[in-house]
């Protein structure tokens, strides 16, 4: 690993081949966790890396670009093993394709319609999050993502066993929340959306899915921005992330699957529940 790489004052000497096997360790464990229950990846890898003294400036564009690749993996693989039903081809029955015509496009499956809207809110919320975070205290930011954070995972458990109304308006505010938090902060993006769409009627495992797809397109969106302003991206640390990353993704599949719903759904939530409380415990510190 080059001094480069480390922040400035704190470098350390560590032998490549040891420095690449413990970033895909540690890559392989965060994706795990986040194609299992749609959240966890940038949460868990960002505070590692950086108290392994990398420089944020590195890791960012890092984490977002093997975020995008498994993200897309993650959701290929979700629906392959069944837990989702993707379908991108044009509904030709729809009422606003019909109204459009050739201009028109609604995706056949209700995941795939979902997903949509979720990449459509993320650009909303990004780009309005550019405009006010220069206004907006971190701390404050942080704390409002964690007790957010913390109420939909208590939210979660005690309505686990109901099944909550599909409201498409819920949707379309919680894809703009994520990705206007994710924009200021970096984070909370994947709890949200996850916990958000169960309280919002949509099928544990879908949401996990769903998640992954959307969040590997808000990557996308990320990755871009810091190549239109000429960021160098480091494929020392870029390469070992992405191959632990992708690695996980098959096993953290068949995971989902093999898992029953309530069960499953009771795991995101006390997941959530926690993310919570650590979001707002590294505000106390």
């Not at 975020?67 to 093993?81: K, N, P, S």
């Amino acid at each position: 690993m080059t001094p480069g790489n480390r922040r400035k004052g704190k470098v350390r000497i560590i032998d490549p081949v040891l420095s690449i096997l413990i970033l895909f360790i540690i890559a392989f464990a965060s994706e795990f966790i986040d194609s299992s229950l749609g959240m966890g990846y940038g949460t868990t890898l960002t505070p590692l890396l950086l108290i392994m003294d990398y420089n944020p400036l590195v890791v960012v564009p890092a984490i977002l670009t093997s975020e995008l690749i498994t993200g897309g993996l993650a959701a290929f693989m979700h629906h392959r093993a069944g837990n989702v039903h993707f379908d991108f081809r044009n509904d030709p029955n729809h009422r606003l394709v019909k109204k459009m015509r050739l201009l028109g496009y609604i995706p056949r499956s209700n995941a795939s319609k979902i997903a949509l809207v979720l990449a459509v809110c993320s650009l909303l919320g990004a780009v309005t999050a550019v405009f006010v975070a220069v206004n907006i205290p971190k701390t404050f930011l942080k704390v409002f993502i964690g007790l957010m954070v913390l109420s939909m995972g208590i939210l979660i458990l005690f309505k686990r066993n109901s099944k909550p109304y599909f409201s498409w308006k819920k949707i379309v505010g919680l894809g703009v929340l994520a990705a206007f938090n994710k924009g200021l902060s970096g984070g909370g993006y994947g709890p949200l959306v996850t916990s958000g769409q169960i309280l919002s009627g949509v099928d544990t495992k879908n949401s996990v899915a769903i998640t992954s797809l959307a969040e590997s397109f808000t990557c996308l969106v990320g990755v871009c921005t810091f190549l239109l302003i000429g960021t160098e991206f480091d494929w020392n640390i870029t390469l070992p992330l992405l191959a632990g990353a992708m690695a996980s993704v098959p096993l953290a599949t068949r995971v989902v699957k093999k898992v029953r719903v309530k069960s499953f759904t009771l795991i995101v939530g006390t997941t959530t529940v926690i993310l919570g409380l650590f979001t707002l415990y590294k505000v106390v510190l």
